[in-house]
């Protein structure tokens, strides 16, 4: 029924299905189970189940079908399964694609649970995780080689805004017999670019810009109806981690309002970017629609904007920069990213505290560094808050 038509449509539009009561309002299904006519239709159901049958919630749910229908659609697969949080997606697609004796290629700056399923979990089961500076093509041409089974990457990186070049990387992958998984948080799934660029699957926190609204963890799975239905589904059903319905219906309320917010909130960070990058207290802005950000050129052909975060220097410090921080009146200090309210992060001591110094030295995380995700206040305040907290550092 939504072929064809545009985004904003579809993000209200596309997977729902309505119950004999015909409501406006997607219906959330809050049941674990379902009822079967006769011992014969379950039996059958359990053989195959079809198109809207289910069986179980754990493996499938009416709700978080229309979740799953909306949100493939969106970035551009075929199909997805819905999990219980981002972390739940990274794992169950990692974990479904791997076997003792593979060897994965990934971008070295991940997010730190990203990085305890590959060098941790992944690495106990003799699969074999070569990490890799994400920018550096030439770095991706040497590590991919014919004995890679998986290349997994964050396309933007977290906290440091680091930008790969994501057609070079699957290209190289494709051409070697890899499946590339693309951790896509930072991207948005308004400018996600994964599919278009040649990435096999997706897997979004949707915890981030779909909810918006600081409320519930999730996550999804994206790919091919082959993976998607075949192996990733049969880990994900049989492990646990599936969405719970009411994430999902709260969710789909989220996704009709998706496309307005992320712009909102994306041309705040432009905004933002452009009144710290000329602030004498401040230094080194990243932000990938700024002509200054390293990797520009590379961002900007792959999407038509940054993004709804960005990170910068407070010059002086970690003395300097707790003292910017505390002094904002209208951002929050809290370690999510894409809420309605606009967040301050130091990641040095929060989020990457865990980090060994070397490895915060070799991903830029600096006491002075700060990462900034602009919500949906009036740009104006912001950027007032900003200065008024600079001046009194
Ligand atoms: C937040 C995030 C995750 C984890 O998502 P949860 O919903 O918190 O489990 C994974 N990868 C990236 C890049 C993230 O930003």
């Given at each position: 029924m939504t072929n064809g038509l545009k985004r904003r449509t579809k993000l209200v539009h596309t997977g729902t299905r309505r119950s004999q009561y015909n409501e406006v309002s997607e219906a959330i299904f809050l049941t674990q189970g379902f009822?079967?006519?006769?011992a014969e239709q379950a039996e059958?159901?359990?053989?195959?189940?079809?198109?809207?049958?289910f069986i179980y919630a754990r493996y499938g749910n009416p709700t978080v079908r229309m979740f799953e229908d909306r949100m493939s659609d969106l970035l551009g697969y075929e199909d997805g399964f819905a999990c219980a949080s981002g972390m739940a997606a990274v794992n169950g697609a990692l974990m479904a694609l791997s076997k003792a004796g593979d060897r994965i290629v990934a971008s070295r700056a991940l997010f730190g649970s990203c990085l305890y399923v590959l060098e941790e979990l992944l690495a106990r089961f003799g699969v074999s995780i070569t990490l890799v500076d994400g920018t550096d093509n030439a770095a991706w041409d040497a590590a991919i080689t014919p004995h890679t089974s998986l290349v997994f990457l964050e396309s933007i990186s977290n906290p440091t805004l680091e930008v790969i070049d994501l057609r070079h990387v699957?290209?190289?992958?494709?051409?070697?017999?890899?499946?590339v998984i693309v951790d896509d948080a930072m991207a948005t799934p308004i400018y996600s670019y994964a599919r278009e660029c040649g990435a096999d699957i997706s897997v979004v926190s949707t915890t981030k810009h779909v909810d918006g609204q600081g409320r519930m963890l999730g996550g999804i799975i994206c790919g091919t109806r082959d993976l998607i239905r075949g192996p990733i589904e049969?880990?994900?059903?049989?492990?646990?981690?599936?969405?719970?319905?009411?994430?999902?219906?709260s969710h789909l309320k989220s996704l009709e309002t998706l496309d307005l917010r992320v712009k909102a909130q994306a041309a705040t960070a432009m905004a933002v970017a452009e009144a710290l990058e000329v602030h004498p207290k401040i230094a080194d802005v990243r932000y990938?629609?700024?002509?200054?950000?390293?990797?520009?050129?590379?961002?900007?052909?792959?999407?038509p904007s940054g993004g709804t975060v960005l990170a910068f220097e407070v010059s002086g410090g970690?003395?300097?920069?707790?003292?910017?921080?505390?002094?904002?009146?209208?951002?929050?200090?809290?370690n999510n990213f894409a809420d309605a309210k606009s967040i301050v992060t130091h990641p040095a001591t929060t989020t990457h505290q865990r980090l060994p110094q070397e490895q915060k030295d070799i991903l830029g995380i600096t006491p002075g560094l700060v990462r900034l995700s602009c919500g949906l206040?009036?740009?104006?305040?912001?950027?007032?808050?900003?200065?008024?907290?600079?001046?009194?550092?």
């Open positions: 009822v079967y006519d006769s059958a159901r359990f053989v195959k189940a079809g198109e809207d049958e699957c290209a190289v992958a494709h051409k070697n017999g890899a499946l049969a880990y994900v059903k049989h492990t646990g981690g599936a969405m719970n319905p009411f994430t999902a219906w990938p629609q700024l002509p200054s950000h390293a990797q520009h050129k590379v961002a900007m052909s792959q999407s970690r003395d300097a920069c707790f003292k910017f921080l505390n002094m904002l009146e209208i951002f929050i200090i809290s206040e009036d740009t104006d305040d912001l950027i007032a808050d900003l200065m008024q907290a600079l001046d009194r550092i």
